[in-house]
């Protein structure tokens, strides 16, 4: 059992939960995941290792109530205990020196996005970071960011904080003044597709993290394949990191789709 002991509410649906995990806690590095599920009835769940305290032993989520298992997950409270957590799964990012890493979170994304920054500014680079959201108060660890960041640019779709506009845009204005040498992004499908044909227009190198779905986490079920340089990658075991460039982007939008239908009976059963 793996005990929450920190809670934070970011927003109406957005929670960070600081769950003891030492084993994983000591062993993750950047870009990894896990998997956990709340009780022996629960949904398997992904979710990205936004930090690690080694000396606490514990692991930071976050977490967004977007369906009825991730609902469960948000309402529980510290002290509450997890039934099963595993990983850290996936590839760890690639980090070294290559001079200006441009960085561009959105929504939830900027969580995952964090550790990557961090790696990527004590290897020695200039790291220019871009978040974005659709209000100021979806924008989450802005402090955190800006620790281990030589600049944030905010861009919000409202103009309710920072510059009103798409993280594209802050993306172009840092591209258009310096030299960029490598991108990230994680955030929406459609907003790291967006992000990916800009950096590609200006060749710069690209990294994106998918949010596929996912079932077991190990390359054994399929459910996350993505298509990558026209072949088929696991996001679980290849991932979740790859090359934007050759991300099919609009097949992953797709099949972030396959199962709305049953997801909203999902809820509106829990909800009755």
């Not at 469960?72 to 001079?99: F, W, Y």
């Not at 990527?120 to 979806?138: D, S, W, Y």
């Not at 960029?180 to 994106?208: N, R, S, W």
Request: aromatic letters at 4%; charged letters at 25%.
């Amino acid at each position: 059992m793996y005990q929450i002991v920190q809670k934070e509410q970011f927003s109406e649906n957005v929670v960070k939960l600081v769950v003891h995990a030492p084993r994983i806690a000591r062993s993750r590095k950047p870009g990894h995941f896990i998997i956990l599920r709340i009780d022996e009835k629960g949904e398997r769940i992904p979710l990205t290792i936004a930090e690690a305290n080694i000396e606490a032993g514990t692991i930071t989520l976050v977490v967004q109530n977007v369906g009825v298992s991730s609902k469960r997950l948000c309402a529980m409270n510290v002290g509450d205990q997890i039934l099963d957590l595993v990983g850290p799964l996936g590839k760890a990012t690639h980090i070294s020196e290559v001079g200006t890493v441009l960085a561009c979170g959105g929504g939830v994304g900027i969580a995952p996005l964090l550790p990557i920054v961090e790696g990527f500014k004590k290897a020695g680079n200039r790291v220019v970071t871009v978040l974005a959201a659709r209000t100021k108060e979806l924008i989450i660890l802005e402090k955190e960011i800006r620790q281990w960041s030589d600049e944030v640019i905010i861009m919000t779709d409202d103009g309710s904080y920072g510059t009103k506009g798409l993280v594209t845009q802050g993306a172009e204005e840092i591209i258009k003044r310096e030299k960029v040498d490598e991108c990230v992004t994680i955030g929406p499908a459609v907003m790291m597709k967006f992000v990916a044909l800009l950096t590609q227009k200006y060749e710069i190198p690209t990294q994106a993290s998918l949010n596929a779905i996912m079932v077991d986490g190990t390359g054994m079920c399929g459910a996350c394949r993505a298509s990558v340089g026209g072949q088929t990658k696991f996001t679980c075991i290849d991932g979740p990191e790859f090359n934007a460039h050759q991300i099919d982007f609009d097949e992953l939008i797709l099949r972030l789709g396959g199962y709305k239908a049953e997801e909203k009976q999902a809820w509106e059963r829990a909800n009755s």
